[in-house]
């Protein structure tokens, strides 16, 4: 298969454009490296011996899109990663993230439509449960409604999906809702690398460990939980990329006007301090922290019920949670700086 891959150049494209390569499959990726660096894709070349085509190209830019797609009219099907995902952002520049993040699939999927390249994996959250489902999240819950304009954004585009194949049954998707990914590729060549202060736990930790950072802020320890810190989901960015390439294959199989959500997730939620006391361990490395108050809108604690990708995508997450650990670590030490954007 021939795949565009929108975002390949981020955290969670990249290692999936690795698991296209080795899986066989040619890849696409336009980016507009607004918060990625074109490292990261030259590294996945030379650890895979292949190349990526690549376009610094933003999805709000349709007729941008359609000469990409006029160069390559065998590409099979979409990932669809490119976002702005930074939670606490989103609640201050709203409009940006539906700027960037809704107009910006909207336009990408006109495009598709016009090229008819009609299989579509689209990179949603378990946000979209939103603030009072139950857990752990099951995919027949109603989704609910989202805390941030993040979240907002990624039910909306759930939403516009699933109108889109209602109307063109040519289309068929999936959509994955990713719990917490961490890790990075076992090589150490490619791993997240967050701008400024990292919004989430695991490259904060391992910033921390490098010495670029004093110590951890961890937000809330009287939450009702085993050690009062909040509880995730988290799974390893390897296992992630390859439900991508399970959902492609699945998606092959169904006939068409299907839409439909699967939880990536192990299924098992995890403090954060399990994680902090599980890195130190692995790495040897002491993390000093303090605790700071509750963020806002954080919730206690979700986890991923992941059956329905284990039948129908023959999709689980195997790493352990000493390979996430140990894997950020070697990612981290070997890049101080990241990829030094
Ligand atoms: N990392 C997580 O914890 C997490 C959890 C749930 C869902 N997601 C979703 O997964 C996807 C990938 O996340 P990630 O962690 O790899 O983030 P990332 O920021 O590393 O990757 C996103 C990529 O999209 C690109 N991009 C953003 N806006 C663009 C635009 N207008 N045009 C072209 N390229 C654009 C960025 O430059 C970046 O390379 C996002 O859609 C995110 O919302 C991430």
């Known amino acids: 298969m021939k795949v565009l891959v929108t975002g390949g150049a ?6 999936t454009a690795l698991e296209l390569l080795h899986a066989g499959h040619e890849v696409v990726v336009i980016d507009n490296l607004c918060n990625s660096s074109l490292e990261s894709l030259k590294r996945v070349e030379l650890l895979t011996n292949k190349t990526i085509t690549f376009y610094q190209v933003d999805i709000r830019d349709g007729d941008e899109i359609s000469n990409v797609l006029a160069q390559h009219p065998d590409i099979n099907a979409t990932i669809h990663f490119a976002a702005l995902k930074a939670v ?22 006109e495009a598709l439509q016009k090229a008819k390249i009609t299989n579509f994996v689209f990179s949603s959250s378990a946000t979209v449960y939103g603030e009072e489902a139950p857990v752990p999240y099951v995919e027949t819950l109603k989704t609910g409604i989202p805390s941030s304009a993040y979240g907002k954004s990624k039910l ?13 049954p040519s289309f068929k998707v999936a959509c994955l809702r990713y719990f917490n ?11 997240e690398d967050p701008n400024g202060i ?62 439909e959500a699967f ?9 954060v301090l399990e994680i902090v006391n599980e890195f130190s361990k692995v790495t040897n490395v002491n993390i000093p922290y303090e605790y700071a ?3 806002e809108g954080d919730l206690p604690a979700f986890w991923a019920n992941a059956d329905k990708a284990k039948v129908e995508l023959n999709w689980t997450a195997d790493k352990s949670l000493e390979d996430m650990m140990k894997d950020t670590w070697h990612w981290q030490s070997s890049n101080p700086q990241g990829y030094g954007k």
């Open 10 to 15: 981020g955290y969670i494209g990249s290692h």
């Open 88 to 109: 606490g952002e989103s609640t201050q520049i709203p409009l940006k993230y539906y700027q960037n993040n809704v107009y910006g699939t909207l336009t990408l999927l």
């Open 156 to 168: 909306m585009i759930e939403q516009i999906l699933s109108d889109l194949v209602k109307s063109d």
């Open 181 to 191: 990914p961490i890790g990075a590729h076992e090589s150490g060549m490619i791993g």
């Open 198 to 259: 990292p919004n989430n736990l695991m490259p904060f930790v391992a910033q921390v460990a490098v010495g670029k950072r004093d110590k951890l802020s961890i937000f809330g320890n009287d939450y009702p939980t085993n050690d009062g810190t909040c509880e995730r989901d988290y799974l390893h960015v390897v296992d992630l990329a390859h439900g991508h390439v399970k959902a492609l294959e699945w998606l092959e199989k169904q006939s068409n006007g299907i839409c």
């Open 263 to 271: 939880n990536l997730g192990t299924g098992n939620p995890l403090s």
């Open 293 to 295: 108050p509750q963020r």
